[in-house]
């Protein structure tokens, strides 16, 4: 009799309503200001679902992606709800062709304005040190932990930086403006790096300060990242630092004593200076040189490190 009453009590549960089992399907865009998605919720399990991408301006559509792996290619994507999924839809900016980065009001120190031209000379963007520093006398306080201060003795503020690196570059879709700026001290330099979305006009900065001046800007293909040696006082690459710009924060940035770490034989010579660099399988690895001294002669010897 007892084993009858169980066996009643789970088939009412099983055909209860409220007990079919549900799945959740989360989307997210990459970049956020990418396009907007539709098809997202809780299904019952074997529900057919379709979810949809649309572009905004200035970007394409590229894949949905899942745990880091391609699953579907076309903007809409059908499938049948048998577990959670969590899809990523890959947005990536729309080529502006023949667009070039110039500065204006030029001096010896750098230039107060950046400016994006295209391929006729017209202007498709303007950004000012002005502009930059209105920006950041707002955010400042919201991207540091703590304020910026060399060697614990001089606090930097935004009102410190008056002009712009030459170092501004445009992504690989052409739609981000890199840029940097610094702060001279004594024998040396603090540089920030930061990022205006030419289609928003939003400015983001990286919530990390660099010790040195930047000399060029490297894009990873895809725009996740940016690479970049950093110069002393004397013009000499020093020290090699990676950014993802995806999240305006650091990755990390390589000196001498990583270098020599890494040796299995040699020495770095003096301050190894950080040259050659360039990306390969896709953006998975940054490949570069630096001088080593090797039984008494010096080499240029080949490194890449894993973003």
Not at 57 to 68: A, I, Q, S
Not at 105 to 129: M, N, P, Q, W
Not at 156 to 179: H, N, R
Not at 280 to 290: I, N, P, V
Request: aromatic content about 12%; overall charge negative.
């Amino acid at each position: 009799m007892k084993l009858l009453i169980v066996i009643l009590i789970t088939a009412i549960a099983a055909f209860a309503p409220g007990c079919v089992e549900e799945y959740r399907v989360s989307l997210e865009a990459d970049p956020r200001e990418g396009g907007q998605l539709s098809g997202e919720g809780s299904y019952r399990t074997g529900t057919e679902v379709t979810v949809e991408a649309e572009s905004a301006e200035g970007y394409l559509f590229r894949e949905w992606k899942e745990n880091g792996e391609t699953v579907h290619t076309e903007k809409s994507y059908r499938f049948t709800v048998e577990e959670d999924r969590s899809l990523r839809a890959v947005f990536e900016e729309e080529l502006l062709e023949g667009a070039a980065v110039r500065y204006a009001d030029e001096h010896a120190a750098g230039a107060e304005t950046i400016k994006v031209l295209d391929e006729e000379e017209r202007i498709i963007f303007e950004y000012s040190i002005a502009e930059f520093r209105t920006w950041a006398q707002k955010h400042w306080e919201e991207i540091f932990e703590e304020i910026p201060a060399f060697a614990d003795i001089e606090t930097v503020y935004p009102e410190d930086f008056a002009a712009f690196d030459y170092t501004a570059a445009l992504s690989p879709g052409g739609g981000k403006l890199a840029f940097s700026i610094h702060r001279y001290f004594a024998a040396t330099f603090m540089s920030f790096v930061g990022v205006v979305n030419l289609q928003t006009e939003e400015t983001a900065l990286v919530s990390t300060e660099n010790r040195g001046q930047i000399g060029e800007f490297l894009w990873s293909p895809r725009g996740t990242y940016i690479a970049y040696a950093l110069n002393t006082a004397k013009g000499e690459a020093f020290f090699l630092s990676i950014d993802n710009v995806e999240e305006m924060e650091k990755e990390f940035t390589l000196s001498r004593d990583d270098i020599a770490a890494a040796l299995e034989e040699g020495d770095p010579v003096g301050m190894p200076f950080f040259e050659n660099m360039g990306w390969f399988e896709e953006e998975k690895r940054l490949q570069f040189t630096t001088n080593v001294r090797i039984d008494g002669e010096i080499e240029a010897i080949e490194w890449s490190i894993d973003a």
